[in-house]
């Protein structure tokens, strides 16, 4: 089977398999590079990474017009049932859960998580598994050598890894991610938002990894 992965801009997906679409960190309103708003996803779940609004966004939206299922921290999901979303699936790091698609798993990032002031738990990686295509989005995070095990465990074929810098690796930390993660296909995601996030793709160079850089709405097919 395959999937068809649509970048939204910034650290954005849209992940549609045979029967399922999901949404990974829709941050659309008020994103300089989005290239569609919120009432264009069309989705069953959404997966995030942490709770701050580039990541969270349009979550809120999102998973009310289309009664989709939210993956995410346990403080995240307190907070999105206090919203009125009453569809989700609390989760904490090392967590696994089956799901209609496949599933999604939650791994550790080093970053830091809030909302408008509100802690939202710890700040996480997402492993998405969907019709046998395996998605590792390393979230906002550093560095750290549990990459090459997490790469190791669930043998990702994409992996979409940070390299704005500042706020996450940079380029050069970025291509060590890659390079311990070894997943077929490396996306660089989290920068040329905003100029605080300035950065060359082509300064994200891991060996023995093909990159794939993405514009806002292009659409990789893998599988
Ligand atoms: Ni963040
Ligand atoms: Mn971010």
Redesign the pocket.
């Known amino acids: 089977m395959s999937i068809e992965l649509t970048y939204l801009g910034?650290?954005g997906f849209l992940v549609s398999g045979s029967s399922h679409a999901v949404a990974i960190d829709p941050f659309l309103t008020g994103n300089p590079v989005a290239g569609r708003g919120p009432d264009a996803v069309a989705c069953q779940a959404i997966a995030l990474t942490h709770g701050?609004a580039?990541?969270f966004g349009d979550t809120v939206a999102i998973a009310k017009a289309n009664d989709a299922t939210v993956y995410g921290a346990f403080e995240i999901c307190e907070y999105l049932g206090e919203q009125g979303i009453e569809k989700t699936e609390p989760m904490n790091h090392g967590g696994r859960v089956d799901a209609p698609f496949g599933f999604v798993a939650m791994t550790q990032a080093i970053h830091s998580s809030s909302l408008e002031g509100r802690y939202l738990g710890m700040p996480a990686g997402i492993i998405l598994a969907i019709d046998g295509v395996t998605i590792y989005h390393c979230g906002?995070t550093d560095l750290f050598s549990d990459m090459k095990l997490i790469g190791e465990i669930y043998r990702p074929d994409i992996a979409m890894i940070?390299i704005g810098d500042r706020?996450?690796m940079g380029p050069a930390l970025a291509t060590r991610a890659a390079e311990l993660i070894r997943p077929k296909i490396a996306i660089p995601v989290?920068y040329n938002t905003w100029p605080p996030i300035e950065q060359d793709p082509a300064q994200f160079a891991p060996s023995g990894v093909e990159v794939k850089v993405m514009a806002p709405e292009q659409t990789l097919t893998h599988g």
């Open positions: 910034h650290s701050h580039d990541h906002d940070p706020f996450t989290h």
